[in-house]
């Protein structure tokens, strides 16, 4: 059974930056599509980016567009998430996720939790004001 590990999670102060990783031995990032989640407190996990098995156009969540990246290196089997000008509102448990490759999912115009699989424990990110 796959698991994601998630690490690189931290406090930092509004406007600061955090690089989350997660990676899986047993899983090659390079055939699956890849995702990173957040659960922010008192809410549903949600999407915050995602990027598809062919490498195409990632897709990510409006309220991150202009301050997050994701990325991988398939030949080290890790996924990124490079977060600039971090906000209070960005404070929550992240988690990554692999999706099945599919023709359907050349290029991600959503990023739903119901999607994927191989959650891990996740990494927290904290952001003060």
């Known amino acids: 059974q796959v698991q994601m590990v998630e690490s690189g999670g931290g ?3 509004t406007g600061g930056s955090l690089r989350l990783s997660c990676t ?3 899983l ?3 055939d699956v599509s890849m995702g990173w989640f957040r659960q922010l407190p008192g809410k549903e996990r949600e999407g915050v980016s995602c990027i598809s098995w062919s490498g195409r156009e990632p897709y990510y969540t409006d309220s991150v567009k202009g301050r997050f990246t994701i990325s991988r ?3 080290k089997n890790t996924l990124f998430l490079q977060m600039n000008d971090l906000k209070p509102e960005d404070t929550g448990m992240y988690y990554c996720a692999a999706r099945k490759r599919s023709h359907l999912t050349v290029v991600l115009t959503s990023c739903n939790t119901y999607d994927y699989y191989g959650w891990g424990q996740g990494t ?3 952001v003060s004001s």
């Open 73 to 75: 290196d398939t030949a």
């Open 11 to 13: 406090l930092v102060q």
């Open 124 to 126: 927290q990110v904290t």
């Open 28 to 30: 090659a990032f390079g």
């Open 24 to 26: 899986a031995s047993e």
